[in-house]
């Protein structure tokens, strides 16, 4: 079998089982069961030789928040490829049609969660944001009762919950503007009840939580959270902390500086899980106008790109920032040098130009780093959810 032979396209809704089949092998205990299924199969893709499937992987088309607006992103999810499809070129015909299309698609990033860094380090991706799982006691979350109120509600009650959600979203970086995929999975699950509860400072919402409690009724799994202030942050604690002569335990996602523990009356949280999720440039200049930047910075900087998967990326590009938006155009000054693997994190925020220059992923001159770092300065990105 040699690379020329090998295809990449969509697949048929009977080609679904196949495909599905060698990623649950590929992925083995990381893979989550039902997941394809519920993506459906138009949203996936196939590399293959002559008629066989030899690999494949999913792109959801949804939208992050980056600078208070959302970029449309192509979310990589179930990627996979078959022991006989490792070793002549299948992961590589997958990656680099993936970003071609996308890139014909419009869509300006691609972000994922890696099973190889170095894999898709090789394609452009690098880490720019995390995944934090928390875990506590509950009766470490002790805090005062204050005068709002925990109400409960049900399921099918989603405008307010989405609204909290996106005002939260919308203030930091990286969460997923999450569509029906995630949102159905998130709020409804033929399993274990899920109990939702807004909180009501008098008659206006400042935030929710869903949860389940684990079978054996010892633990506390919340599936989605959200404190738009602290009042509200306190009043989730005391919520939890009253659920402590029956609940031991409590976890939850958030974010680098969750608010739920630092609030905590005691430094008695762990981290039960972390990770990075990886980011990819796919078109420079649609990703570098789709993201927001800080309203009272005026500025212009350049940036020298190489993109050796998408060259029509690379140039020298000057980005004009002025009331928190980036005009792009081509440019033949000189600039910061750097490839997708050093713009990826300095995008997102999760890194200053200084810290991409001492991964080697970008050089410059100091006043360049230091224009750079100001007008991509924001709080770390995070995501809560797993595709």
């Not at 000054?333 to 001492?358: D, I, Q």
Request: hydrophobic content about 35%; proline content about 4%.
């Amino acid at each position: 079998m040699v690379q020329s032979k090998l295809t990449y396209g969509p697949i048929e809704k009977d080609e679904a089982e196949s495909l599905w089949e060698i990623i649950y092998q590929s992925l083995h205990r990381h893979a989550q069961p039902g997941w394809n299924e519920h993506v459906g199969h138009e949203r996936f893709r196939a590399v293959k030789s002559d008629s066989k499937i030899l690999g494949g992987m999913g792109i959801i088309d949804m939208g992050q928040w980056f600078g208070g607006k959302i970029v449309r992103t192509g979310a990589v999810t179930s990627v996979g490829v078959a022991p006989e499809g490792r070793g002549v070129g299948a992961a590589s015909v997958l990656l680099r049609n993936s970003l071609a299309e996308m890139y014909e698609s419009g869509i300006p990033i691609s972000t994922l969660f890696p099973s190889s860094t170095r894999v898709y380090r090789s394609f452009g991706y690098e880490r720019s944001g995390t995944k934090f799982t928390y875990e506590t006691k509950v009766k470490d979350m002790k805090s005062s009762l204050n005068d709002l109120d925990v109400i409960e509600t049900k399921a099918g009650d989603r405008e307010e919950t989405y609204l909290l959600y996106n005002e939260r979203a919308a203030s930091g970086n990286g969460n997923l503007d999450r569509g029906s995929v995630l949102w159905d999975l998130i709020l409804e699950t033929e399993g274990r009840k899920v109990f939702h509860y807004v909180v009501m400072d008098g008659d206006k919402a400042v935030g929710y939580v869903n949860f389940q409690q684990a079978r054996s009724a010892d633990h506390i799994r919340i599936r989605d959270m959200v404190a738009l202030n602290s009042q509200c942050a306190e009043r989730l604690l005391r919520f939890f902390y009253d659920h402590r002569t029956v609940i031991d335990t409590i976890s939850w996602n958030g974010p680098p500086n969750d608010p739920i523990r630092l609030l905590m009356e005691e430094q008695e949280v762990d981290i039960s899980y972390a990770r990075d999720w990886m980011l990819r440039i796919v078109n420079i200049k649609k990703a570098l106008e789709s993201r927001g930047y800080p309203k009272d910075i005026e500025m212009s900087f350049t940036l020298n790109y190489e993109d050796p998967i998408l060259p029509q990326n690379s140039g020298n590009w000057k980005i004009e920032i002025s009331e928190g938006k980036g005009k792009v155009s081509k440019s033949e000054s000189s600039g910061l040098n750097l490839g997708p693997r050093g713009l990826a994190p300095l995008y997102t925020s999760y890194l200053s130009a200084f810290e991409v220059k001492n991964m080697g992923l970008l050089s410059g001159t100091n006043e360049e780093l230091a224009k750079a770092s100001l007008v991509f300065s924001g709080s770390k990105p995070w995501i809560g959810d797993q595709f």
